[in-house]
């Protein structure tokens, strides 16, 4: 529950701090006199967007400070400063944190109803909310929204990816028939210069034939040199001539001739081979020439082409992967999406019941006991639904909850933003914020001025209402009636003075009975008459206490 809210240097209030109790806190003033700041100090304690306007003229920062004690009795204090440049700090228990932080960490522990919440509940997307709260059903909701954009992602992925499949099934076959010419050939930089180069000297040593064969022939062939020189050196043997060094040069000729004469028959035997390895070379060089010419004539090309279509034929095999997995999960989606929509259904319908029966007896004790509530389940809209199973489904589920009501008997209940009147569209409002009032999870319950329009005995009833729901929790009502003013656990006064030429808001804790007996007075509209009936005010509501009213 809310402990006390301190507001400093924001808008009319200088320096004010509040105390506030279990059971019903009841907030009354003048108009004008600040009763709405008090809202706005703690709309900003609870992380709502500040505005600088709202920093107090002549001042740099304003600043708020709310206390909260939790159910097991810790204390969780929030503080938020404004300055008026723009610039914000928040702080929780004394740590710096971030509006999203804070947020998220005070979810749910104030619930704020005002005039202007009203018109929201003509939205269709309200009053859904409302029945799954009421019907305790908003997790299960929220499970079905995420599953059904999921759903739906997946299928228009699938339908991409089944479009994407069918238009490049012929660009893959060429890819796949491209990419196995150029893996047939396993074209590299390096084979191909080997294979130029060796070319090259296969036709150089080609050309050197004839005088290989010469050469060969001068010198081992008949009548050759080394013939010749055999008689040489036997003759200068036989002559007696001391010829040793001469006989020794000889013979080293003879085996410089020999090895030069082998060498150039063994370049004569691989020039024997060479037009069939010239073929052979020709052959993979025009298998070259034919992926060249597909790839602008470079090799460089050519390489790039084959990186190019193994990368698309992997993306299509990724394509296939993924359309595959779709295939099987999307089955499963199904089944789960409509298992959680029926589930879904089954708990609207009974929380629909209850909530029917909880707002027609509280019409009742807001005087309309010939009034009529129902919750209308529509069918989805065929544009942004889907038929899974057995049943059509939206994000929303399997029907889309509307509120009908009628004013009068014997009237047929309609929509209710068509059929019911400003007054009866508030006591309405009130009606199903007092019905929810059961199962909102929030400590605090904030009522904003939604008793605008109301009076005679609906004031009183409404007032008892009020008062049932401050017994299950923290009930702080700002209001100008003095029929809820006089249930009171806790009764605060808003006052506006002036102080050097500015307005300053303050509030009063009304303690005792003459003050409060006062203030409901002056709401009654002043005068003896007034004082009179807020004295009656006053102890018919201390006497309910007595014989066991709501106060905690």
């Not at 709202?54 to 740099?60: A, D, K, Q």
């Not at 704020?112 to 009421?134: E, I, K």
């Not at 050196?233 to 006989?247: E, M, Q």
């Not at 209850?354 to 009034?371: D, F, W």
Request: charged content about 25%.
């Amino acid at each position: 529950m809310l402990v006390s809210l301190k507001l400093k240097n924001l808008a009319t209030i200088s320096d004010t701090s509040i105390e506030f109790e279990c059971g019903l806190n009841i907030l009354t003033g003048e108009t004008g006199a600040g009763k709405s700041i008090l809202i706005d100090g703690l709309l900003l304690a609870l992380g709502e967007r500040a505005d600088t306007s709202l920093v107090r003229p002549g001042s740099n920062a304003a600043s708020v400070e709310a206390l909260f004690l939790l159910e097991d009795s810790s204390e969780f204090l929030v503080r938020r400063e404004v300055r008026s440049q723009g610039r914000s700090r928040y702080f929780i228990n004394d740590e710096l944190t971030t509006l999203e932080e804070g947020r998220d960490l005070l979810a749910g522990f104030v619930d704020l109803h005002s005039q202007g919440s009203t018109p929201a509940l003509l939205s269709r997307r309200v009053q859904n909310t409302a029945l799954d709260s009421f019907s305790d059903c908003s997790v299960l909701a929220e499970k079905l929204s995420i599953g059904f954009a999921e759903y739906r992602n997946f299928l228009k992925r699938w339908d991409e990816l089944s479009a994407q499949l069918s238009a490049v099934s012929s660009n893959r076959d060429i890819a796949q028939h491209e990419l196995s010419l150029i893996e047939k050939l396993n074209p590299s930089a390096e084979d191909y210069n080997s294979l130029m180069e060796e070319r090259r000297s296969l036709k150089a040593v080609q050309s050197s034939a004839e005088i290989l064969g010469r050469i060969s022939e001068g010198i081992s062939g008949d009548d050759g040199i080394l013939d010749s020189l055999g008689e040489f050196r036997n003759s200068l043997a036989n002559s007696g001539v001391k010829t040793k060094d001469t006989l020794e040069l000889l013979e080293q000729a003879d085996i410089a001739l020999t090895e030069a004469s082998s060498e150039c028959q063994s370049m004569l035997w691989g020039i024997d081979s060479a037009p069939w390895r010239i073929q052979e070379i020709d052959d993979r060089l025009d298998s070259y020439a034919d992926l060249l010419g597909r790839c602008s004539g470079t090799l460089d090309n050519l390489l790039s082409m084959r990186s190019q279509l193994e990368l698309e034929l992997e993306q299509y095999d990724l394509l296939e992967k993924e359309n595959d997995q779709l295939q099987k999960t999307i089955p499963g989606k199904a089944d789960n999406l409509h298992e959680i929509a029926i589930a879904l259904s089954k708990s609207r319908k009974s929380g629909a019941g209850e909530l029917e029966k909880s707002v027609q007896k509280e019409l009742k004790l807001l005087g309309m006991p010939g009034a009529v509530f129902q919750v209308v389940m529509n069918d989805p809209p065929d544009k942004r639904s889907l038929i899974i199973g057995d049943a059509r489904i939206c994000s929303d589920g399997c029907e889309i909850p509307e509120f009908f009501f009628s004013a009068n008997p014997g009237m047929k209940p309609g929509p209710l933003s068509s059929v019911a009147s400003g007054g009866e569209m508030s006591r309405v409002s009130l009606v199903l914020k007092l019905a929810l009032a059961s199962v909102t999870q929030a400590p605090t319950m904030v009522f904003d001025e939604i008793d605008s329009g109301i009076g005679g005995e609906t004031a009183n009833l409404l007032a008892d209402s009020l008062d049932r729901v401050s017994r299950r929790r923290q009930v702080i009502v700002i209001t100008h009636l003095p029929q809820i003013a006089s249930k009171a656990h806790r009764h605060l006064a808003v006052a506006k003075e002036m102080d050097d030429g500015l307005p300053v808001t303050r509030v009063k804790s009304l303690s005792d009975r003459d003050s409060r007996v006062e203030e409901l007075a002056r709401l009654l509209g002043g005068g003896a008459a007034a004082l009179e009936h807020a004295r009656k005010m006053i102890a018919a509501d201390v006497n309910h206490d007595e014989s066991g009213g709501n106060k905690p």
